[in-house]
């Protein structure tokens, strides 16, 4: 049973409009969640981070969003462009040693110019 | 460049060969992972080693063996696979497994196709 869920596999945005990537997740221990975004032909690559004692962090253009009582994490993308249109996991873990990062299967995100 | 680098980046083999990839990492760090990308799937974690001891096997097949012969170089033995094991195997490294995580470092993969 998945643990980590992106139930959209893909998402077509219009250059300069919000790009917003879902996430649910099933274990309430988890209490740190990340973002990668992978180009074809690369290894996912980290974008943005937050834990469970936080609801929001921003960095740049890219903002996630927590809901822990929703179990629900949201990336919003403001604006959108053409380069980030790339494959985005989102992952979870319980932040504590021995334990692995458990990834959902991915939002293929195209932003058209 | 990511730091953590994957050979080969594609493979093709016959279900009766027998073949090995090869990551490495010059990060420092003290964690390495194997995971499995399916299509449709999510990423599948193989193998973990932490300080150059496996320390998690996610009920793998035997004819997948990992083997890591010291901190920076991690190895994954195959052996009479199947063409449903036809996949992107990832490997990643992180400072320490679990604990304050600052996210993974992958290499590219390698796109493996079984004949």
């Known amino acids: 049973d998945q643990q980590v869920k992106q139930n959209s596999p893909s998402l077509s945005v219009q250059e300069g409009r919000i790009s917003i990537l879902n996430c649910d997740y099933t274990?309430?221990?988890?209490?740190?969640f990340l973002w990668y975004k992978k180009y074809p032909a690369e290894g996912p690559t980290f974008l943005i981070s937050i834990s469970s004692i936080k609801d929001k962090n921003e960095d740049g253009r890219f903002t996630v969003f927590l809901n822990k009582s929703a179990k629900h994490l949201s990336l919003h993308i403001v604006p959108s462009q053409p380069g980030d249109s790339a494959v985005y996991f989102c992952a979870a873990s319980e932040n504590q040693a021995g334990t692995a990062l458990i990834f959902g299967k991915g939002t293929t995100l195209s932003v058209s110019s | 460049e990511t730091g953590v680098t994957q050979t080969p980046r594609h493979l093709v083999m016959g279900m009766t060969n027998k073949k090995s990839l090869k990551c490495e990492q010059h990060?420092?760090?003290?964690?390495m992972y194997w995971y499995k990308q399916s299509a449709k799937k999510p990423l599948e974690l193989m193998f973990v080693y932490s300080l150059e001891e496996r320390v998690e096997n996610n009920s793998v097949p035997s004819r997948f063996s990992p083997e890591c012969p010291n901190s920076s170089h991690l190895f994954l033995h195959l052996h009479t696979l199947q063409p449903e094991d036809s996949a992107l195997y990832l490997c990643a490294s992180s400072q320490e497994f679990g604990g304050t995580n600052y996210g993974y470092t992958f290499g590219s993969g390698t796109r493996l196709t079984v004949v």
């Open positions: 990060l420092g760090h003290n964690a």
């Open positions: 274990n309430s221990m988890f209490d740190y």
